[in-house]
């Protein structure tokens, strides 16, 4: 099987094609193509002679060129030009070329396919033109040496990018980014600062994992969402700022953040039917003091701040209408909770909230919720925060293991 670059002639989409083959079925719109037809009309749109087979040898590099495809470099060479004949740089076409430190890519290129340049362990620099419009996944992973680069102004995803380069330190997001995909900069452990452009609209998941010298971050106005496990494991990470436009927060998007003091989740983030603050999300942080839900978050997720043993006091507001299990277990420094909280068994396990404040609570009397007085004969309402006093109310003993009534 030989696969080549092919272009379907219905609906126009790139693909790679099995060129040993007659007829194939679009992997983007299920239609019937003839091989032949979809392989020279991608070499039409991108002015490519077909009949062309280059193969380039000499000043201690070997290229192997098809029709404007870079296939393999076998050479030895450091530093290395691509020609100017090359219009798309093969998958893994220069994968694992252990001893390459410099590339210049020439202003032909249009494409560079998956791990174009994966494994290559010493490149420290590489000239992206802007005649660049697609980078696949993967292409730069495992570049240890990789510290700095600029990308082209024309791409507008980064998907699987820089996985596992951890030599990287700094890098520009051109205007044109609209997607910082899963694993975009994964375990880039040596990456300290970033910025995003106004472009950006979704941080995806895993985009920033792993970034354990990220010390911050600025999310721009633009992101809307963002992904699960994004800023997991920044164990540097102090601060970060969400901005109104985002409107939800995916699961472990920040847990294990352990330097993490301070965050604010702004009115927006809010859902219909999908978890807003999603499960995991802050757990682990052990550092966040603080925090604040602003009105129109409805609900929390599982273990949502779970093991935030520095949280000393949080406020639920009256948006929220569900909280998932152990939303605040462990949360050993917990201790004023203000909020309109429906049901308490699980959520506060294990933090001096659910062992010291409430029995008191119960036993004065006082609103659970607030602690505040009952006024009222036939139905009590708190005087503070205007809840009732539930008729049947069950509070777990964390050193019985029993439920019992209050």
Excluded: Q, W
């Excluded at 029709?67 to 050479?75: D, P, Q, V």
């Excluded at 004969?377 to 439920?403: M, V």
């Amino acid at each position: 099987m030989r696969l080549v670059s092919a272009k379907c002639p219905n609906c126009g989409a790139n693909f790679k094609i099995d060129s040993t083959k007659d007829a194939v079925i679009c992997e983007y719109c299920g239609s019937a193509i003839i091989v032949e037809k979809a392989i020279n009309n991608y070499n039409v749109t991108n002015n490519i002679n077909a009949g062309v087979v280059n193969i380039y040898t000499g000043n201690g590099a070997d290229f192997v060129i098809r029709a404007g495809s870079l296939e393999k470099y076998n050479g030895s060479s450091s530093d290395v030009i691509v020609p100017d004949e090359v219009y798309i740089i093969s998958t893994s076409s220069f994968s694992g070329c252990r001893g390459l430190k410099s590339v210049k890519i020439s202003g032909s290129v249009n494409t560079i396919e998956n791990s174009a340049f994966a494994n290559c362990i010493s490149l420290e620099n590489i000239t992206i033109p802007n005649s660049v419009t697609s980078i696949g996944s993967k292409v730069f992973e495992f570049c240890n040496s990789l510290k700095s680069i600029s990308l082209p102004t024309s791409i507008k995803c980064i998907d699987f990018l820089f996985e596992n380069c951890y030599g990287l330190t700094n890098i520009s997001i051109p205007s044109s980014v609209t997607l910082i995909g899963k694993n975009a900069f994964k375990n880039c452990k040596n990456l300290k600062n970033i910025t995003m452009p106004n472009s950006v609209t979704s941080i995806g998941n895993n985009a920033f994992s792993g970034c354990t010298n990220l010390t911050s971050i600025t999310i721009p106005n633009s992101v809307t969402s963002i992904g699960n496990n994004a800023f997991s494991g920044c164990t540097n990470l102090t601060s970060i700022t969400i901005p109104n436009s985002v409107t939800s927060i995916g699961n472990y998007a920040f847990s294990g953040c352990i330097n993490l003091k301070n965050i604010t989740i702004p009115d927006s983030v809010t859902s219909n039917n999908v978890t807003s603050i999603g499960n995991n999300t802050f757990s682990g942080c052990t550092n966040l003091t603080s925090i604040t839900i602003l009105n129109s978050v409805t609900s929390i997720g599982d273990y949502a701040f779970s093991g935030c043993t520095n949280l000393t006091s949080i406020t639920i507001p009256k948006s929220v209408t569900s909280i998932g299990d152990y939303a605040f277990s462990g949360c050993s420094s917990l201790s004023n909770v203000n909020g309109n909280i429906k049901n308490f068994i699980g959520l506060f396990h294990n933090t001096p909230f659910y062992k010291d404040i409430l029995p008191k609570r119960a036993s004065a009397g006082l609103c659970l919720y607030c602690g505040n007085k009952y006024k009222g004969l036939i139905k009590k309402i708190c005087t503070n925060c205007g809840e009732a006093k539930p008729k049947d109310y069950y509070l777990y003993e964390p050193e019985t293991s029993y439920l019992i009534e209050l």
